[in-house]
């Protein structure tokens, strides 16, 4: 185990390396940093001092290679619109959407995962096609109009739940349930295909056949096996959340990392840009590698192949 873990580590290092990479150069190669932060209408004598000020007439390799030690160090710049250090501008704002994003992949595993084991068990039935009809409505309705449904249900008329902020949980009930609903009919679907599949093997026919109980059959023995690839894509879907809740957050006014992420775009703020899509790539990757060493202890076939 301890060199399977190992081994997946090493990749993700590599996976993270070149995806900060690319990163790098296709934020340069969008457009002039230079010329960004001088801003519109400045000479060209304004825009050459900038770029000599902040190292960007170095070759993009020796840019990179800088950008990347003070990283290491935990120097991540300066902000060029809010005028802060960018890091702690962005550690301020991941808290929200992490708990964001964890709170949206709660609702969908609660919904798909039951709607899932009842679609197997009743294969065929009026019940596997309701469920399967909740799928593909999560699936075909878009989550911010999802988001105003739920905004002009519990707040405007139930008046349960606050619009927008975060300063209270509640704040993050709706938000959860918007992008939730939206990613679990893929939980739903796999968690359904798996079971079918475990139903019909012989260990649970042996199972069945000892008398244990119809509980005890389905949750201990057919869903620990059929979940297994459902681990992947929770890791998955988590990185999904975290990169592009930005709709959502805009709708509820959630003050998180995707509303920044779309405010460095509009403003060229680069050095945000640049440690934003760094820190979701590491993301990704570490959940990437927590699902396959926590695959490898839920089968033991992953680690012997």
């Not at 290092?13 to 995806?19: G, P, R």
């Not at 005028?83 to 709170?103: C, E, F, M, N, S």
């Not at 059929?226 to 959630?254: K, N, R």
């Not at 990392?257 to 779309?262: F, Q, S």
């Amino acid at each position: 185990m301890l060199g399977f873990t190992l081994r997946r580590l090493g990749l993700a290092l590599l996976v993270a390396l070149t995806v900060s990479i690319l990163a790098f150069l296709l934020l340069h190669l969008s457009g002039d940093p230079a010329l960004a932060l001088a801003g519109e209408g400045a000479r060209q004598a304004d825009i050459d001092a900038v770029r000599k000020a902040y190292g960007l007439d170095r070759p993009l390799a020796v840019q990179y290679a800088d950008w990347l030690w003070h990283v290491v160090r935990g120097d991540f710049g300066m902000s060029v619109y809010f005028k802060t250090p960018a890091g702690p501008l962005i550690w301020g704002k991941l808290q929200t959407t992490l708990l964001l994003g964890l709170g949206a992949l709660a609702v969908a595993l609660l919904i798909s995962i039951p709607l899932g084991v009842l679609a197997a068990i009743y294969k065929g039935s009026l019940i596997d096609r309701a469920c399967l009809a909740i799928a593909v409505l999560g699936q075909a309705l878009p989550n911010f109009f999802f988001a105003l449904i739920l905004i002009m249900l519990f707040s405007l008329t139930l008046r349960m739940l606050p619009v927008s902020g975060s300063g209270t949980w509640q704040h993050f009930v709706m938000p959860s349930i918007a992008l939730g609903y939206y990613v679990a009919p893929a939980f739903m679907r796999l968690i359904r295909a798996g079971m079918v599949e475990v139903l019909g093997a012989d260990y649970i026919r042996t199972a069945r056949a000892k008398g244990l109980p119809t509980r005890t059959v389905i949750f201990k023995h057919a869903l620990r096996n059929a979940i297994v690839p459902v681990v992947a894509l929770a890791a998955v879907q988590l990185g999904y959340l975290l990169g592009g809740s930005v709709v959502i957050e805009t709708i509820f006014a959630l003050d998180g990392l995707g509303y920044l992420a779309y405010q460095s775009i509009t403003y060229k703020d680069f050095p945000v840009m640049q440690l934003i899509v760094l820190l979701l790539s590491v993301l990704y990757v570490l959940l990437t590698l927590a699902a396959d060493v926590a695959n490898a202890w839920l089968d033991p076939r992953i680690r012997a192949a």
